[in-house]
């Protein structure tokens, strides 16, 4: 969420006194705030059966999430993936959208404890960056984009 924040006039005369100016958010910032809000709001819906297990990786993953966000939100993006549920050896592990976990751990090196959730399937437990299993969907996501990234950083001469 790009916001703009008034920086005050550079040519102030020497000596007079300055309001203080807000310090502006980052974009990195404004998107996890936004993401918390709307994370609040959501931790308020009931459901009903057959429903009875949710995973919120925003909440147990938070520390990867953060680190993720941090690194990749620092500036406007043209294109914007957005997932609507977290497969079970990816985001749910993670805390990175799309983010299977040998490609967040080993590529793009984000880190973080990733606690346990308030209740869990049996056959999906969370295990974080240590999860040995690997999502269906990778080659459709991941590999096929860091394939594409690897391959631009080729043809554009190693950069």
């Not at 100016?21 to 910032?29: D, H, N």
Request: with cysteine.
């Amino acid at each position: 969420v790009p916001q703009a924040f008034p920086l005050g006039s550079l040519h102030e005369p020497t000596g007079a006194l300055m309001e203080p100016q807000p310090c502006p958010r980052s974009l990195a910032e404004g998107f996890l705030e936004e993401e918390l809000r709307l994370n609040a709001e959501l931790s308020q819906l009931q459901f009903s059966e057959p429903v009875g297990i949710i995973y919120n990786p925003v909440e147990y993953a938070w520390e990867p999430h953060r680190n993720y966000v941090t690194r990749y939100c620092q500036d406007p993006k043209q294109v914007l993936f957005l997932g609507m549920n977290p497969g079970p050896f990816g985001m749910a592990q993670t805390g990175v959208p799309f983010g299977e976990v040998s490609m967040v751990r080993d590529w793009l090196g984000i880190g973080g404890p990733v606690l346990t959730p308030p209740q869990e399937h049996p056959k999906r437990p969370v295990l974080g960056l240590e999860c040995p299993q690997s999502e269906r969907a990778r080659t459709y996501m991941g590999h096929d984009i860091k394939s594409e990234l690897m391959g631009r950083r080729i043809q554009c001469g190693g950069l």
